[in-house]
């Protein structure tokens, strides 16, 4: 049977299609090839799963009947393993004395898109098993010997949780407060707003940063707990420049700026409702910054966890 997500993206591109023929064809064989192949993995495995119209398919393994129904903007926490229908395993993440990681039930709030897609089936406290062809997996896309192109998939998947708005803030600010307690950091103050900051010394050099003026300054970037930077600017001759105050800049360079003298150097922990917002979450956390460099998602800073911000100012005009 047709699947309507493949009826869908190929619709999309009839109009390429008149212009590069082929496409359209190449595209179509693409999910025939999946759908045949995963259809092949079931029928031979004896696995009687249920079809969905957007092409995977699932086994309902523990339900709760009870429980809350997950629907569109919720916020989940979920343990899972993912594996290729081969049995290439590509992340296990199911020792629940662990916390769930976090992901938003919308549009763009997974990759792999069927286990998001599929939060809409559960209810919170049930596992499925998800049978998964590679246009609702990882496509085309490769990472060394870890996932390979076009590869379908079979998840494992809890919907362990879900969260309020105010759970997720409560979760964040946990976590830069266990951060701060472990590596003896002192100094750092909290604002009304939720950013925590410290000034590690100020020249008091000139007249202080107010809203409008433009602030140059060089900076490291972390995920919370992360050595690798997600973004950095280190050359004081090219310093990164913002105009305090615009909507544009992330909160907490607004809220974190404002007062401060050239020459000064802070750090600052940010909630990530301050920083980034809602960003897509991707499974497994390691590929993330290979698809981003590769632009297959729009920001490299994971959802839901807080942001370690080292800066310098110098210059204010």
Known sequence: M????GFMVALATLTLGACFPGLESDLEKAIERDDRLLQEYLDRNNIQATETPLGYYYLKEVAASTSKQIVNNDILGVYYEIRTIDGQLIESYLDESKDPKIFKHTEDGLVPKAMNFASGLAKEGEMFTLYVPSYLGYQDY????????NSNLEIRIKYAKVYSEEE???????MILNYIEENELTGFERTEEGIYIKIVNTSNEGAPAEKGDIVGFTFTLNQ?????????????AN???ISLGNESNLDFLNLSME???????FEVFAPSHLAFGISTQVFPFQIRRDLFQKAYIPQIARPFEPLYFKAKIVDIR
């Open 2 to 5: 047709r699947k309507v997500l």
């Open 142 to 149: 490769s990472y060394q010997q870890l996932i390979l192109p």
């Open 259 to 265: 007062g401060l003298t050239n020459n000064t150097d």
């Open 224 to 236: 919370l707990g992360e050595s690798q930077p997600i973004a950095e600017g280190t050359n004081p």
């Open 239 to 241: 310093p990164t420049q």
């Open 168 to 174: 997720i803030k409560a979760l964040e600010e946990e």
